[in-house]
C-alpha cells in the first residue's frame, strides 16, 4: 500500500527561493484566506541521504485575477527545525503572506507572520518563539501545481 501523499504534478516551476524567487512568489499571490492544503515531512537516512525534506501545498489567490486560485507548493530542502501546532480547525488559514528572513546562513519560513505586529523578528530564536508554523531551511523552491480536479472537497476560502 502506498501511504505518501499524492500532489499533481508541476504546471510552473520550480522557482528558487532566492531574493527574486520570493519577490516573485509574494508579488503573484495574495495570501489573506489561504488555505494550507497539506505539510508533508520526509526524512532520509544513510550516507547518500538528502536529509529532512518539507512540502507545503497551499491554495493562495492570484492577485489581480477575480477569483483566481491556484495550488501552490513550496519545497524546503536541508530542513534543519521546524515547529508545527495544531490548528484550530480542520486546515491552516494563512492571515498574512509567509514571512522570510535570514539568520545564521538558514532561510525562517514564517506562515504566521501575523503575530509580528511591527518590525520582523530580531533573531531565529524569536521566530519559534513567536510562530505555530515555521521552518528553518538551508534552500527551498516554489512551484504552482496542476488543478486537483475531481479530487477537490472542500472550496478554497472565498
Known sequence: MDFRA??????????????????????????????????????????????????IVIDAQVRDEDNLWETVCLDFEGVSRFRIDESKGFAWVLYDPPMFSRFDDQLYVDFCAEWFDGPGPADAEQVFEWSQLVFAVASGSWSVLQDWGDRTTIAPPR
Not at 508579488?27 to 484566506?33: A, H, K, L, P, Q
Not at 505539510?39 to 529532512?52: I, P
Open 6 to 55: 499524492q500532489v499533481p504534478p508541476r504546471r510552473l516551476g520550480p522557482f528558487p527561493l532566492t531574493e527574486e524567487g520570493i519577490a516573485a512568489l509574494l508579488g503573484r499571490y495574495e495570501f489573506g484566506d489561504s488555505c494550507v492544503r497539506r505539510v508533508v515531512l520526509d526524512q532520509e537516512f544513510g550516507a547518500q541521504s538528502r536529509g529532512r525534506a518539507v512540502r
